[in-house]
């Protein structure tokens, strides 16, 4: 991990919106600590349901107000008729945001229950990046990919046609769920590249801050957790700052890999702190920079 990388990356990271004055204040804190790396965007994820659509756009409007950064807002289209979807798209635009993250969002029965579309509502994320383009041609829209199959899907195929339904229908960059084995992602790409499908695949990482809670959570998302990965953070339960060092060391590993092997833009996961992915972007060769700094 010591070879310098040909060329410095491009970074997003990922937020959520926080649920109280104390989440709120940690999630400017690692705002204000990551700003200064000059990301391409800041995206704000969308409650399950909807549940956070207020909280997604005041963090969202906060970010437009009081930073240089560009925000992304993330949307779904599940449980909600296609009016109201139109009308939050309809208050991101008005305010000023021009790049939304667009998906169709986990059935309301939870992970691996049935998704059923609302009876006026979007059908699927494709649906919803097609109106969000034909009413705003302008806004730069986001979509999701699953280097280890969504899992509802039946198989790559049927992964690969909905990726191409949402290229077609206007989208222009995918981000991936994260994964800890880059073969995956390599082997997804190749997949993806194979189909015809020429947009950026972003892998998105996920700094492991805590492994119990990212290996259930990779559970219910179908990402994998390798043996090799429980090994490296055996014991450390109740370590915290051993842990943070292991974490730091393998998701520095794993963007350096995927940089020495051609990949120049990453998405970070950042659960809202900053310093688990400011390391890593250091590390990438990244330092932050004054203007940036300024206006954050
Ligand atoms: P799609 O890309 O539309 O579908 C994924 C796959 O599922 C398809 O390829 C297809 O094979 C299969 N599939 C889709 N619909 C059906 C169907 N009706 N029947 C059978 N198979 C089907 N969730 C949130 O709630 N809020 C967020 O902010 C959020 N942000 C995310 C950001 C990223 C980068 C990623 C990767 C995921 C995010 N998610 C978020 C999770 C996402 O909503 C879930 O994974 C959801 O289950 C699928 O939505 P999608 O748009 O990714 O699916």
């Known amino acids: 991990m010591t070879d310098l990388l040909p060329q410095l990356p491009a970074i997003s990271f990922e937020f ?10 940690n999630l400017w804190q690692a705002i204000s600590r990551l700003a200064p790396l000059a990301p391409r965007f800041v995206s704000v994820t969308y409650g399950a349901g909807g549940s956070t659509r207020e909280r997604t756009h005041s963090t969202i409007a906060r970010i437009l107000n009081e930073t240089s950064l560009t925000p992304a807002a993330h949307l779904t289209c599940v449980d909600a008729p296609c ?12 305010i000023g945001v021009r790049h939304i993250v667009a998906l169709r969002g986990d059935p309301s029965s939870g992970l691996g229950g049935a998704y059923c579309p609302h009876p006026q509502g ?6 919803l990046v097609a109106s969000i383009k034909r009413r705003h041609p302008d806004i730069d829209v986001t979509v999701s990919a699953y280097p ?3 899992p509802e899907s039946s198989g790559f195929d049927a992964d690969l046609d909905m990726l191409q339904a949402k290229v077609d229908a206007g989208a222009t960059r995918a981000i991936t769920q994260f994964f800890f084995d880059n073969d995956l992602y390599f082997r997804y790409l190749d997949r993806v590249r194979a189909r015809g499908i020429n947009i950026p695949i972003v892998p998105g990482i996920l700094p492991v801050q805590n492994f119990k809670q990212a290996s259930s959570f990779a559970t219910r998302a179908g990402a994998s957790v390798p043996d090799w990965l429980a090994k490296q953070f055996e014991g450390l339960d109740d370590d915290p700052d051993t842990r943070k060092l292991v974490a730091a060391t393998v998701a520095a590993g794993q963007v350096h890999k995927l940089a020495k092997h051609g990949v120049d833009t990453f998405h970070f996961y950042t659960m809202n702190r ?11 060769g990244l330092r932050p920079q004054a203007a940036a700094q300024k206006a954050a």
């Open 16 to 25: 959520f919106p926080p649920k109280s004055e104390e989440m709120e204040r």
């Open 83 to 94: 009016a109201d979807v139109d009308d939050v798209v309809e208050r991101y635009y008005e």
């Open 122 to 127: 979007y059908r699927s994320s494709a649906d």
């Open 148 to 150: 280890e199959k969504h």
């Open 274 to 284: 900053a310093d688990l992915v400011f390391a890593i972007s250091h590390l990438l």
